[in-house]
């Protein structure tokens, strides 16, 4: 074989759509709002071309910057040698989706903010950090 370079090279699965969703995109894809600050996970969609992140960002997750008609600006760590820079890239909504990485953490705050008060009604102490399960 020779030593391809091209755009897409070695996306073949990558950007292929699941077995039996291929066709029409659901509007539901359209309908979801996204505003500054949400964060999002990126994954390229092949059916739609156009907007479409490069292979590099595809399953990162970034912070939306900046929101168009049809797409969002998007910060993505991106590991260059030895260093890791913040890239700015424009996404259209089809390629991305709001991340549920963060829910687990926002249901555990409002869990100890719950914890902390009851422990200062009783006027007791009360373990809030994480625990080594045995």
Request: proline residues 2%; charged residues 30%.
């Given at each position: 074989?020779?030593?391809?370079?091209?755009?897409?090279?070695?996306?073949?699965?990558?950007?292929?759509?699941?077995?039996?969703?291929?066709?029409?995109?659901?509007?539901?894809?359209y309908m979801?709002?996204?505003?500054?600050?949400d964060i999002?996970?990126?994954?390229?969609?092949g059916t739609?071309?156009?907007?479409?992140?490069?292979?590099?960002?595809?399953?990162?997750?970034?912070?939306?910057?900046?929101?168009?008609?049809?797409?969002?600006?998007?910060?993505?760590?991106?590991?260059?040698?030895?260093?890791?820079?913040?890239?700015?890239?424009?996404?259209?909504?089809?390629?991305?989706?709001?991340?549920?990485?963060?829910?687990?953490?926002?249901?555990?705050?409002?869990?100890?903010?719950?914890?902390?008060?009851?422990?200062?009604?009783?006027?007791?102490?009360?373990?809030?950090?994480?625990?080594?399960?045995?």
């Amino acid at each position: 074989m020779t030593n391809t370079k091209g755009k897409r090279r070695g996306t073949r699965y990558m950007f292929s759509r699941p077995f039996r969703k291929h066709g029409v995109v659901p509007l539901a894809t359209y309908m979801r709002i996204y505003k500054k600050g949400d964060i999002v996970d990126i994954k390229g969609m092949g059916t739609v071309q156009k907007g479409m992140p490069h292979k590099c960002y595809h399953g990162k997750t970034g912070r939306v910057y900046n929101v168009t008609q049809h797409a969002v600006g998007i910060v993505v760590n991106k590991q260059v040698k030895g260093k890791i820079l913040a890239k700015r890239i424009n996404v259209r909504i089809e390629h991305i989706k709001h991340s549920k990485s963060r829910d687990s953490f926002l249901k555990r705050v409002k869990e100890n903010d719950q914890k902390k008060k009851e422990a200062k009604e009783k006027g007791t102490w009360v373990q809030l950090k994480r625990q080594v399960s045995a």
